[in-house]
């Protein structure tokens, strides 16, 4: 079975910084990898995704995740957070063809101070 | 746009009734999930679909049934509610294409069982 290992329970930090979200998943064969936020008061959106190819996605809002095949990795980054950033972020995995939903991790979440 | 619906948002339980929670999606997805979501521990994966009729357990199934007789719908259960049962419920849904998955989630509904 798959685990995914979120670095970060709580990360604060201030309008215009850059932001990096560690995620390291455990699973030795192919995997599918996203990256979900869910908004105050709002339902869990994607915001990201990786199936294959590029291992630099891009996503909406200008996020953007590197996937590093060698140290499990998939994380989150963004140049210059918002205040509207603020929100909890889940990384998530499911395996390549898996019909055995998706395992995520415990969940970041992110307060940007204004 | 994908749309998935839950049929409550919040609900008020007491302990020992039988609790229905619906989930319905417009895009003809094959797949469909139930997750539960705790502060701290991320979703996870309680039953899940891949047909009409068809269901399998996911991490967590102990104290829940689901039900799929239409391929659109699909209804987690609590048989007799407990107060360990109080937790936000997402429901998603996907299609499969090779092997590549996403999963789309509903607004949730947050359940309080007294």
């Known amino acids: 079975a798959q685990s995914v290992s979120q670095h970060n329970h709580h990360v604060i930090l201030s309008e215009a910084a850059s932001l990096e979200l560690g995620c390291n998943y455990s699973?030795?064969?192919?995997?599918?990898l996203f990256w979900y936020v869910q908004y105050p008061g709002q339902h869990l959106q994607l915001l990201l995704k990786?199936?294959?190819?590029?291992?630099l996605v891009k996503g909406i809002k200008g996020f953007e995740a590197e996937f590093i095949k060698s140290k499990f990795s998939f994380n989150l980054r963004k140049p210059s957070v918002q205040w509207s950033d603020t929100a909890e972020y889940f990384c998530?995995?499911?395996?390549?063809?898996?019909?055995?939903?998706?395992?995520f991790g415990k969940g970041t979440h992110l307060i940007i101070q204004p | 746009d994908v749309k998935v619906t839950q049929s409550s948002r919040y609900l008020v339980k007491r302990t020992g009734e039988k609790v229905f929670l619906e989930c319905v999606q417009d895009m003809d997805h094959e797949n469909m999930f139930w997750y539960r979501q705790d502060p701290g521990l991320g979703l996870r994966l309680i039953y899940f679909?891949?047909?009409?009729?068809?269901?399998e357990k996911g991490d967590i199934p102990e104290g829940y049934s689901v039900s799929r007789e239409k391929k659109e719908r699909f209804s987690l259960i609590l048989e007799s509610a407990s107060t360990n049962q109080t937790s936000m419920y997402l429901c998603?849904?996907?299609?499969?294409?090779?092997?590549?998955?996403?999963?789309?989630f509903g607004p949730g509904t947050r359940l309080l069982v007294l």
């Open positions: 679909s891949y047909d009409v009729k068809m269901k």
């Open positions: 699973y030795g064969g192919t995997v599918n």
């Open positions: 998603a849904s996907s299609f499969r294409q090779g092997g590549k998955e996403t999963q789309y």
């Open positions: 990786y199936f294959s190819g590029d291992p």
């Open positions: 998530a995995v499911t395996r390549w063809g898996g019909a055995d939903g998706l395992t």
